[in-house]
């Protein structure tokens, strides 16, 4: 059997040690998993969602956020509705800004760009967002570090001063005063601008030209800043995503991990080339990551140089245990991962008429509360990835099954589990050819599918449909015919 390898589009096609396409799938250890849909879990915002966060409270109660421009929103599940709970007079973000969320105690804090001020909601018992603290600076970037609230590229009233970081009193929200109860700033002015900030034990700092750590050491320092990283930076601030302390983003020469002491290039020969000349840079802004702990993965949703619009149509996808890649064609403005509030059954109506045509079964996680779910949202709506399993694509890497001659490919046997298949050959008579493909077959009742596909050089593509969960490989007969 031909295993579906690693997809290695940075690779030439021929003998590929992986797969040339893995479209709409996601890697597994041995082949590929089908991907769901992206199907709308969510009434309408005003415009564009551009975060999505959810919490939960001290008695287990889910709380599901969002925010556009203008507003803040909670999901309200009777009526899958998204709720104004936005401070008085609203917000203005700019084109480039968009909303960011931490949990802190029982407040949900959220910065929304130095246009605006940090605002907090308490999950047990607010009704609405309000000023975290006069004193607070204004922010891109927001983390929880240890027993402090952290800011970056902030500003305090002066203007952006973008290489710039600034925490909270200890374990206190709303003490903001420099050189009081533990509260400071300190400016990286070496590196460029923070373009990321990663909460936890420690704080990881990402800026265009480095990467900083910063150690809590106690009074009369507080915080040890030690420039960890100087061989590269992160240019795009969309790229940064983590799980745990391991932090990934997109370099100028690729995208890396890394630990809290170094970073390792995990994109290298792989996609990166592919990437690059996919990427429409002039959309840099509009990306978002997310990291898919439940199946470990790390994703990005970016502009294509084949979108038809400025929205992000597709996902880069990374497995992290595997170090193996695929991609998706998914128009997603966002991509964040949430916890479900619960619907009975009385709410579902709210979603749909008819149980014939609700976005998912009745026994998906889209539907039970506390549920995780990766998702995001497109356009003024949020969505998750439950719904059917997109169609996938995957190609094999080519091959002269023997040497110097002609080939005749007479039958192909795929393996994979549920759902329908169709293979085609793809055939050249020199590396510098156009591939031509065959026309698709179907499986026949014997389980595989007949071919007279005659040429020096063939690759397989697959094609999934339906409810197929997993694509393994294919066995290829095939017969010399000669050096014609």
């Avoid at 240890?146 to 600034?166: L, M």
């Avoid at 509360?369 to 949202?377: E, I, K, P, R, S």
Wanted: hydrophobic letters at 40%; glycine letters at 10%.
């Amino acid at each position: 059997m031909i295993k579906f390898g690693e997809w290695l589009p940075d690779q030439p096609d021929y003998m590929n040690a992986g797969v040339i396409e893995a479209e709409n799938m996601v890697p597994a250890y041995n082949g590929y998993r089908s991907l769901g849909e992206f199907v709308a879990y969510s009434d309408s915002a005003d415009s564009t969602i551009l975060n999505v966060f959810s919490a939960k409270n001290a008695s287990g109660n889910v709380r599901l956020f969002a925010g556009d421009s203008g507003k803040l929103y909670l999901f309200n599940q009777t009526g899958s509705t998204l709720d104004d709970v936005s401070a008085a007079g609203g917000y203005s973000l700019l084109s480039s800004e968009r909303w960011r969320f931490i949990k802190f105690g029982e407040e949900v804090i959220a910065a929304g760009g130095i246009g605006e001020s940090l605002q907090k909601f308490n999950v047990s018992t607010d009704s609405a967002f309000s000023v975290l603290s006069a004193s607070a600076p204004k922010a891109d970037f927001i983390a929880a570090v240890r027993d402090f609230v952290w800011t970056a590229n902030i500003d305090e009233g002066s203007g952006r001063v973008p290489y710039r970081c600034y925490w909270s009193g200890f374990n206190d929200t709303t003490a903001w005063t420099a050189g009081t109860d533990q509260s400071d700033f300190q400016d990286i002015p070496d590196a460029g601008a923070i373009t990321g900030l990663v909460g936890g034990e420690y704080a990881t700092i990402l800026m265009e030209r480095a990467i900083v750590r910063a150690t809590y050491t106690g009074p009369p320092l507080i915080w040890q800043f030690d420039k960890v990283e100087t061989a590269r930076g992160c240019q795009v601030a969309g790229s940064v995503c983590n799980i745990g302390h391991t932090v990934f983003y997109l370099s100028d020469d690729g995208f890396y991990a890394f630990d809290g002491s170094k970073s390792q290039s995990i994109g290298a020969e792989k996609i990166n080339r592919w990437f690059f000349d996919d990427f429409n840079f002039g959309y840099k802004d509009k990306m978002t990551s997310v990291v898919d702990p439940q199946n470990q993965l790390a994703v990005w949703s970016y502009v294509s140089n084949s979108a038809i619009d400025s929205t992000p149509d597709r996902l880069l996808i990374y497995n992290y245990a595997l170090n193996r890649w695929s991609y998706a064609t998914v128009r997603a403005d966002l991509v964040a991962p949430f916890f479900t509030a619960a619907y009975t059954l009385e709410n579902l109506d709210q979603i749909s008429g008819s149980l014939d045509t609700l976005p998912a079964s009745l026994d998906s996680a889209l539907y039970k509360g506390g549920q995780y779910l990766f998702g995001g949202a497109l356009g003024d709506k949020i969505h998750s990835f439950s719904g059917d399993p997109l169609q996938g694509t995957i190609v094999t890497g080519e091959t002269g099954i023997a040497t110097g001659n002609h080939t005749i490919v007479t039958r192909a046997y795929p393996y994979h589990e549920d759902g329908d298949v169709t293979v085609a050959i793809g055939l050249r008579g020199k590396h510098t050819d156009t591939v031509a493909y065959t026309a698709a077959g179907s499986v026949n009742d014997a389980g595989f599918v007949p071919f007279r596909a005659q040429d020096r050089y063939h690759r397989a593509k697959m094609v999934l449909t339906g409810q197929w969960s997993y694509a393994q490989g294919l066995d290829i007969e095939a017969k010399k015919v000669g050096r014609r």
